[in-house]
């Protein structure tokens, strides 16, 4: 079964650093971009950052220059490191494929960034 897990979401001053991270299951991994995504309430789910299998990486604007996405393939795992995090980096954040597929999206994790 295809699952997407993540984790180490918190509350963090703005101004703070924090990382997350995305456990992969079911082969869908390695060989697959990857992606981090993000919603606030009432807002539309986002993608920030990607990663490609060979570790290229993309970013959009919102977050270019302050997050950092990397993988570790032999843990099928991805991390999402954030910098100079602000207020409206505030949202439930997710990890999927790249584009998304719909029934790997996994419960998400708060990340609540205090003024």
């Known amino acids: 079964q295809v699952q997407f897990v993540e984790s180490g979401g918190g509350f963090v001053q703005a101004g703070g650093s924090h990382g997350l991270s995305c456990a992969a299951s079911?082969?869908?991994?390695?060989?697959?971009?990857i992606g981090w995504y993000r919603q606030a309430p009432g807002k539309q789910r986002d993608l920030i950052a990607w990663?490609?299998?060979?570790?290229?990486?993309a970013y959009a604007n919102s977050v270019r220059g302050r997050f950092a996405i990397s993988r570790d393939n032999a843990k099928n795992t991805v991390y999402l490191q954030m910098n100079s995090l602000r207020p409206e980096d505030s949202a439930v954040y997710f990890c999927?494929?790249?584009?998304?597929?719909?029934?790997?999206w996994g419960q998400g994790t708060q990340v609540t960034v205090s003024s």
């Open positions: 079911g082969g869908i991994f390695s060989d697959n971009t």
């Open positions: 990663i490609t299998p060979l570790g290229y990486t």
């Open positions: 999927n494929r790249n584009p998304p597929v719909h029934n790997y």
